[in-house]
C-alpha cells in the first residue's frame, strides 16, 4: 500500500468515524516524504511527527504528561496543539502499530503497540534551546526523582460505538493506566494514581512554547 493510498484510507476513516461534528482539514503533501495532517507534521524518511504545544502545568500531580486542547487539563503538564485523530495517523504512516489492548481506566493489563520515543524543546530564558525526553518532566512523588527514562507505548485508544475515545477524551500521553489514550505509560508506575508530579525542578513556567517531535524507539528502527 502506497503512503498516499495511506494518507488518503485514514484521513476518510476519520471522516466516517470521529465524533467531532466539523469535517478534518485537508492532508496536504509538502514534499514527497513529509505530510502535514491538520497542525501535525510527518515525515516518513526522518520517521518523525512534529507538533506544537505549550506548558500547560508547573506543580502539582498529573495522570498526563500531554493532552490537546479542552482535555483533562487539570492533570497535564503540556497542552499540545495537535487533534489525537490527526497525531494517531500520523503515528500509523510511520509505520507504528498500536496495540489496542486496554479496556478502561486504570487497566491493570500490560499495554501492548509499538513503543515511541518523545522529545520536548523550548527556548530558555538565555534564548538558548532546550530538549528533554518527555518522561523528565514528571517527578517520581515517592522516590523524589524524575521519572524513569522510558519509551512510551502506542496503545491507540478505543472506538466505542463508532467513536474514536481519544479524540472524545483529548488524551495524548498517559502515566497512569488508560484506556483512551494514543500513549501511555509501560512501568509498574502506571498503576499508582499518586505516582507522579509536575517536575518542578525543570519544567518551564506556564504558558510557555514548546515543540514536541514523536520518533519510534530504538527497538522498533528497522521493523
Not at 465524533?19 to 505530510?35: F, G, L, N
Not at 503515528?91 to 515511541?116: C, I, W, Y
Not at 523524589?144 to 485508544?157: A, H, I, L, Q
Request: neutral net charge.
Amino acid at each position: 500500500m502506497s503512503r498516499a493510498f495511506s494518507l488518503s484510507l485514514c484521513c476518510f476513516l476519520y471522516a466516517a468515524s470521529a465524533s467531532t461534528q466539523k469535517p478534518p482539514p485537508p492532508a496536504q503533501k509538502i514534499t514527497d516524504h513529509v505530510y502535514r495532517i491538520g497542525q501535525v507534521i510527518v515525515d516518513t524518511k526522518a520517521k518523525t511527527v512534529t507538533c506544537e504545544g505549550k506548558v500547560n502545568m508547573q506543580k502539582g500531580a498529573i495522570d498526563y504528561l500531554a493532552v490537546a486542547s479542552k482535555g483533562k487539563l487539570h492533570e497535564s503538564v503540556l497542552e499540545l496543539d495537535a487533534e489525537p485523530i490527526h497525531l494517531n495517523i500520523a503515528l500509523l504512516l510511520l509505520g507504528l502499530k498500536a496495540g489496542e489492548n486496554l479496556q478502561e481506566h486504570g487497566d491493570p493489563t500490560p499495554p501492548q503497540g509499538d513503543r515511541v520515543d518523545i522529545l520536548v524543546s523550548w527556548e530558555d530564558n538565555n534564548g538558548k534551546r532546550r530538549e528533554v525526553r518527555i518522561e523528565e518532566l514528571a517527578w517520581e512523588v515517592e522516590k523524589k526523582r524524575p521519572m524513569e527514562r522510558t519509551s512510551f507505548v502506542f496503545t491507540g485508544g478505543r472506538i466505542v460505538d463508532g467513536r474514536f475515545t481519544p479524540q472524545e477524551e483529548r488524551s495524548l500521553v498517559a502515566v497512569y493506566s488508560d484506556a483512551d489514550t494514543l500513549l501511555n505509560n509501560p512501568l509498574p508506575t502506571r498503576l499508582d494514581h499518586a505516582a507522579y508530579s509536575v517536575n518542578e525542578k525543570l519544567t518551564p513556567k506556564v504558558g510557555t512554547k514548546v515543540r514536541v517531535v514523536f520518533k519510534p524507539a530504538e527497538a522498533e528502527k528497522g521493523k
